[in-house]
């Protein structure tokens, strides 16, 4: 078996077919005609001498050689391009295209901080954010279509660098007029699943306020359950029910100050903590450590280092 007529594009290639499992879009990603991507596919097959791909006139379907390959593949893309980022990093940081993605709870309330100061400290850095939810763009990072996450640290993955960024209290937003909103003092036990409003499965967020109601208050999950963090607010504005916020989420209108409490809950920890992660192999890694380190010296109110 020789590979060596084997290019970086090939692999390219590979990986694109292996991603939108369909030739036409892996074709478009890949700025090359459909013909000519399936053809170079089967090169590859008949030069490694397995099957990579199940093709029906429907979809294509990777094999377990396929996806082995494929995992390989990104390994030596990843290690390929740190020459490029060697001699980037080494003229100058944060200079060239970052992609970056953020959870939903996160990216709309902390980047509107940072965007116009990053933009004058680094006028060269070419940056495309991305929002979702964790499991999502964790995936998207750990397959090279994202270059860094920022994210609530509730996961453990080996194969990523996690770099610890601040911590966020959470505040409770009550209807005016609620009784937790008079109360003078409140803390974690007086707060009811039940009674609840949150956010839809996939954000962490709504995990992390569960665990956070004492285990014999949790209960049945109310059927009042939001997609964002806009809904959820309107939600609590309009009298169905309490929960908890992000500190930096918590919203200066006007007319939902009027209707909406915010009040800090008393147990000191209360929060969660943020985080910013990328690969361990990240050619970049000196672009990943100053984004890091701009992030903690432009923190808003509200957050602390850590």
């Not at 999950?221 to 964002?228: G, L, V």
């Amino acid at each position: 078996m020789n590979i060596s007529w084997l290019t970086l594009r090939d692999l390219q290639y590979l990986i694109a077919v292996a991603d939108h499992e369909h030739f036409g879009r892996a074709a478009a990603a890949c700025n090359v005609s459909q013909p000519a991507l399936s053809a170079q596919i089967r090169k590859i097959e008949d030069v490694l001498g397995v099957q990579l791909f199940e093709r029906t006139n429907r979809r294509v379907t990777i094999t377990a050689s396929g996806k082995a390959v494929a995992d390989q593949a990104r390994i030596v893309l990843e290690e390929a391009a740190k020459i490029s980022g060697i001699t980037r990093s080494a003229q100058e940081p944060l200079n060239g295209p970052l992609r970056l993605g953020a959870i939903a709870t996160v990216g709309p309330y902390l980047l509107r901080h940072l965007l116009a100061p990053l933009r004058k400290a680094y006028p060269k850095l070419e940056l495309f954010i991305r929002e979702g939810l964790t499991d999502q763009l964790l995936a998207e990072l750990r397959t090279g279509q994202l270059d860094a996450v920022i994210a609530s640290n509730t996961f453990v993955d080996p194969t990523l660098r996690v770099i610890p960024l601040f911590f966020e209290p959470f505040v409770l937003a009550a209807p005016r007029g609620h009784k937790l909103a008079t109360k003078e003092h409140i803390d974690r036990r007086d707060l009811n699943g039940e009674r609840m409003v949150l956010l839809e499965d996939g954000h962490c967020l709504r995990d992390q306020t569960l665990d956070l109601c004492p285990s014999n208050r949790r209960g049945h999950i109310r059927q009042f359950q939001a997609t964002s963090l806009e809904t959820l607010r309107h939600l609590v504005a309009t009298g169905f029910g309490y929960t908890l916020v992000p500190a930096l989420a918590v919203s200066e209108d006007k007319m939902l100050r009027s209707l909406i409490c915010y009040r800090r809950v008393g147990d000191k920890g209360l929060g969660r903590d943020v985080s910013l992660a990328c690969r361990n192999r990240f050619g970049r890694m000196g672009d990943i450590d100053a984004l890091a380190n701009f992030i903690r010296d432009n923190l808003p109110r509200d957050t602390h280092s850590i």
